[in-house]
């Protein structure tokens, strides 16, 4: 099957600097990828729409100046946490739509495997 | 909150035992899926069930949507030490807004 690429899959970082987190897809284009964050034992909260050459959506409560997000080329989406807090801390994870493959008309949705953000 | 409401928050069952997790949604649908995270880990989607689909089976696992309910089953037969994670249902077409979630715990 499709696979995501989520790099890096654990990063610890010092409290004010930023993070930058990739979304790859390996071996298809994607037009959409979501970026979700999740706290421990808790459900994916998804925190923007990212698409191709365009700025992304974000939901209501998520700073976009806070967490910058560019999807430059139909492989690949950043997700770049900016002067990060503890709070920050949190397991972020991407996914990617198929768009030539099919859940309906809207193409199959995969997942990366998640990063690990610990800012201390 | 469109968030669905998954039940039971966790489980823990012996091998060779059936898992029964259940998933309830306030808002019409057209599809609703179930996937698989284990800890730490990324999402793996296990099923679809379409809103003019009643059941749906796919290996050991058997779902079962009920739209005048607004409820939905995952039920995962002869379970396996493996199958310990957490399972989310999810709703939507064109993002997904997923559930709580269920902890599943298999005991060899």
């Known amino acids: 099957g499709a696979v995501v690429s989520q790099h890096p899959s654990w990063v610890i970082c010092k409290s004010g600097t930023s993070v930058k987190i990739e979304c790859r897809s390996l071996?298809?284009?994607?037009?959409?990828m979501f970026w979700y964050r999740q706290f421990p034992k808790q459900s994916l909260m998804l925190m923007a729409t990212?698409?191709?050459?365009?700025?992304?959506?974000?939901e209501q409560g998520v700073e976009k100046d806070k967490f910058l997000i560019n999807h430059a080329s139909l492989t690949l989406s950043t997700l770049t946490v900016t002067s990060a807090h503890p709070e920050d801390s949190s397991f972020y994870i991407c996914?990617?739509?198929?768009?030539?493959?099919?859940?309906?008309?809207?193409?199959?949705?995969?997942f990366g495997e998640g990063s690990r953000l610990t800012v201390l | 909150s469109q968030q669905g409401e998954e039940d039971p928050q966790a489980l823990s069952i012996q091998e060779g035992e059936n898992a029964t997790m259940n998933c309830s949604y306030k808002?019409?649908?057209?599809?609703l899926q179930w996937y698989r995270q284990n800890s730490g880990r990324g999402l793996v989607h296990l099923i679809l069930?379409?809103?003019?689909?009643r059941e749906k089976h796919s290996g050991r696992l058997r779902v079962t949507l009920d739209t005048s309910k607004k409820s939905s089953s995952l039920l995962i037969t002869a379970s396996r030490a493996a199958d310990t994670a957490s399972y989310f249902c999810?709703?939507?077409?064109?993002?997904?807004?997923f559930g709580k979630g269920t902890m599943l715990l298999v005991s060899p």
């Open positions: 996914s990617a739509r198929d768009a030539t493959s099919g859940i309906g008309d809207t193409g199959e949705l995969f």
């Open positions: 071996d298809f284009q994607a037009t959409t």
């Open positions: 990212s698409n191709e050459g365009s700025k992304a959506t974000y």
């Open positions: 808002t019409s649908i057209n599809n």
């Open positions: 069930i379409r809103s003019n689909e």
């Open positions: 999810a709703r939507g077409y064109s993002t997904l807004t």
